[in-house]
């Protein structure tokens, strides 16, 4: 079984940047592809940001590449978010997620294990 715990929510001010991480256990963290959701109030979770194994691919959102930067250390079992000049419109629950096999980066049924989430609010 896979654990994975989320950290690095908050509530910010509009412009600001935060740094969010997903540490995962249970399993050899670097057979894994991950990915970061999120889920606002009212609407489906959608995807953010993908990593492949040894972080050659990467994919993002289409709106939100070059504000947002996924990342990985396989080292420390940890992906990592990084979101710059934040806007009330990302705010939501955001969760990683991870999977052995990747096809359609943004679907969410193709990852397996998902942690609980972890509060993003931008006030304006």
């Known amino acids: 079984q896979v654990q994975l715990v989320e950290s690095g929510g908050g509530l910010v001010q509009t412009g600001v940047s935060l740094r969010l991480s997903c540490v995962v256990s249970?399993?050899?963290?670097?057979?894994?592809?991950m990915g970061w959701f999120r889920q606002a109030p009212g609407k489906e979770r959608q995807f953010v940001a993908g990593?492949?194994?040894?972080?050659?691919?990467?994919r993002y959102a289409d709106s939100l590449e070059g504000r947002f930067t996924i990342s990985r250390d396989n080292t420390k079992n940890t992906v990592f978010l990084q979101m710059n000049d934040l806007k009330p419109e990302d705010s939501a629950i955001y969760y990683c997620?991870?999977?052995?096999?990747?096809?359609?980066?943004?679907?969410?049924?193709?990852?397996?294990?998902w942690g609980q989430g972890t509060q993003v609010t931008v006030s304006s």
């Open positions: 249970g399993r050899r963290f670097s057979d894994y592809v």
């Open positions: 990593i492949s194994r040894t972080s050659i691919a990467i």
């Open positions: 997620a991870a999977t052995r096999e990747i096809t359609h980066w943004e679907r969410k049924d193709e990852y397996s294990y």
